[in-house]
């Protein structure tokens, strides 16, 4: 019985989770500025949270880099 409470829980807070990267993933937008590109790869900004990155490739990053924000969950 306990645990199926404890596997409950971990059921509820991964959909949390998982909902939270989602909604993350869809506000943030990367913009690429090859002018900043250095020898770590191509420069991204967030148009959304403003974070910066650099990727190897040439796709975006795939989540937000936003740094969590205290009191947001
Ligand atoms: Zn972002």
Known sequence: MVLAIILF???VVWLFVTYQSRK???F??????RGKDGP???YY????CGA???QTG??????????????AA
């Open 9 to 11: 829980i971990v059921v």
């Open 24 to 26: 993350r993933m869809k």
């Open 28 to 33: 943030c937008r990367w913009r690429e500025n």
């Open 40 to 42: 770590q790869g191509h």
């Open 45 to 48: 900004v967030c148009m959304n």
């Open 52 to 54: 910066e990155t650099f």
């Open 58 to 71: 040439e796709k975006p990053p795939s989540i937000c880099l936003r740094p969590e924000e205290p009191g």
